[in-house]
C-alpha cells in the first residue's frame, strides 16, 4: 500500500515529459479547477456558481433565463464580498450583477470574452433624476458625459458616489488581484472627478485611473463595468493568459498562496521505499557511445534537483 502511495507520488511530481521532468512549481501540483487560456479564447475548469441572488447582489438574467453564472472561485467570492460591503452603507438597493461565464467557459453569445471565468458585468448603480433617490437598475442604461441616461423610459442618473464606491471596493478586494475595470472613458472621468472632489485617497485615485479604461475591441462600455482578474501562478502553470496588464502592486496577492499541497518532508517520507538508485539519480553512464540518461530529479538536501 506505501509502495502503491509512493509510485502515484512519483506520477503526480516527478512526471517526465520531453527528455525534461516535471518541476515543483508554485500551483503546479493540482490540475483541476481554474482559468485556462485567454478571456476571448479559453475555457473553465471546475468554476464555481454565483446562484440568482443573494446578500445585496441579484443577478440582471436568472440562469433560466439564460444569464452566465459561472467563474473561478475567486471571481464568485469578490462578486459575494463586494455586494456585502455595498449592502453595508445602508441603501436598500442591490447591486445588479450581469454575466460571468458559461459552466464549462467557451464561447457564450453577447459576449468576445467572458471565456474563460475572469470576466463580470456590474450594472452601474442608478438614481431616478426627479426625485434624486436610488433606484434598481432596470438593466443596461447608457449615460452621457453628464451621466444623464440616454433614451431610459424614466429619467435616470448615473449614481456617481455609489458608482466610485463600487469601483474603490473592487480594488481593494483581497487576493483578487483586479486588472481591469474597462468602461467608457467619460464614465472614467466622471468617477476620476468625484474620488478627487470627495477626498479619496491619491493612491486609489491612482489606481483606479490605471485600471479603469475603456476597451478598444468593443462598444466603449457606457452600460456597465466589465470586471477582469488575473491568472494566478498556478492557472499559469497550465496555460491561463492574463488578457491585461499585470499591474505592480499585485504581487503581495500570490504571496504563498498557491503552495504545493504537501511539504518536502511529507514528500521524502512517501519517497522512503523508492528503490535508491532512481531516487539519487541515474546511474554514471560509463562508456562514451552509450546513450545520455534521461533528465531525473533528485532529493538533494531536502530540495529536489532536476538534471
Not at 470586471?227 to 492557472?235: F, K, N, Q
Request: charged share 25%; aromatic share 6%.
Amino acid at each position: 500500500m506505501r509502495h502503491a502511495l509512493s509510485r502515484k507520488v512519483l506520477a503526480a511530481v516527478f512526471a517526465v515529459s520531453a527528455g525534461g521532468c516535471a518541476h515543483l512549481l508554485p500551483g503546479a501540483a493540482s490540475p483541476e479547477g481554474g482559468s485556462r487560456g485567454r478571456p476571448g479564447t479559453g475555457w473553465l475548469a471546475h468554476g464555481s456558481r454565483l446562484p440568482d441572488r443573494g446578500p445585496g447582489f441579484e443577478a440582471l438574467r436568472t440562469e433560466a433565463e439564460g444569464g452566465l453564472h459561472f467563474g473561478t472561485d475567486r471571481l464568485v467570492g469578490m462578486v459575494r464580498r463586494v455586494a456585502r460591503a455595498m449592502n453595508r452603507d445602508g441603501v436598500p438597493v442591490p447591486l445588479k450583477v450581469g454575466d460571468l461565464s458559461a459552466l464549462l467557459g467557451g464561447q457564450v453569445t453577447r459576449h468576445h470574452s467572458h471565456r474563460n471565468g475572469r470576466d463580470v458585468d456590474l450594472i452601474f448603480f442608478t438614481r431616478d433624476a426627479a426625485a434624486d433617490r436610488p433606484v434598481v437598475a432596470p438593466g443596461f442604461v447608457r449615460y452621457d458625459r453628464n451621466g444623464d441616461s440616454v433614451g431610459a423610459p424614466t429619467p435616470l442618473r448615473f449614481d456617481l458616489a455609489r458608482n466610485w464606491r463600487l469601483v474603490e471596493t473592487v480594488l481593494q478586494a483581497p487576493d483578487v488581484a483586479v486588472i481591469r475595470v474597462f468602461c467608457a472613458a467619460w464614465i472614467k472621468t466622471l468617477l476620476l472627478d468625484h474620488a478627487r472632489r470627495s477626498g479619496a485617497a491619491p493612491w486609489l485615485v491612482e489606481r483606479a485611473e490605471l485600471v479603469l479604461a475603456q476597451p478598444g475591441d468593443s462598444a466603449p462600455h457606457d452600460d456597465h463595468f466589465h470586471v477582469r482578474i488575473a491568472c494566478t501562478p498556478g492557472e499559469r502553470v497550465l496555460g491561463c493568459s492574463d488578457g491585461g496588464p499585470l499591474w505592480p502592486w499585485l504581487d503581495k496577492d500570490w504571496d504563498k498562496s498557491d503552495a504545493a499541497p504537501m511539504d518536502d518532508e511529507t514528500l521524502v517520507s512517501l519517497m522512503d521505499e523508492i528503490p535508491p538508485g532512481f531516487e539519487h539519480g541515474p546511474p554514471v553512464v560509463a562508456e562514451a557511445s552509450a546513450k545520455p540518461a534521461p533528465a531525473m530529479c533528485a532529493s538533494v538536501s531536502d530540495e529536489l534537483v532536476c538534471r
